[in-house]
Nanobody, 121 residues
Framework: QVQLVESGGGLVQAGGSLRLSCAASGSSFSIGAMGWFRQAPGKQRELVASITSGGTTTYVDSVKGRFTISRDNAKNTVYLQMNSLKPEDTAVYYC???????????????WGQGTLVNVSS
């Protein structure tokens, strides 16, 4: 089984920056796409950014030009660099990873525990 540990959330003023990290751990596994979702109070969870194993990235329109997703395959870690933060970015951010056992081609998914990003105006 793969487990995820997130870090990097917190309170920041509008215009500031934060960097989220999500590290996957386990044994005998391979990671596919990785991504970050967020859920604000009273709203549905939305995909913020994703990155494939080959490095192709996608972003929701509201964060394009401000957020950057990256990954370190040697460390099984995905990052989300968030710049020019706005109060509307306030949410709980969840890491999401697709993974498979080395003995099986079927991909499974796992979620991080969530980390709160609070942007004050």
């Amino acid at each position: 089984q793969v487990q995820l540990v997130e870090s990097g959330g917190g309170l920041v003023q509008a215009g500031g920056s934060l960097r989220l990290s999500c590290a996957a751990s386990g044994s005998s596994f391979s990671i596919g796409a990785m991504g970050w979702f967020r859920q604000a109070p009273g709203k549905q969870r939305e995909l913020v950014a994703s990155i494939t194993s080959g490095g192709t990235t996608t972003y929701v329109d509201s964060v394009k030009g401000r957020f950057t997703i990256s990954r370190d395959n040697a460390k099984n870690t995905v990052y989300l660099q968030m710049n020019s933060l706005k109060p509307e970015d306030t949410a709980v951010y969840y890491c999401h990873v697709n993974w498979r056992r080395l003995t099986n081609y079927r991909y499974l998914e796992v979620w991080g525990q969530g980390t709160l990003v609070n942007v004050s105006s």
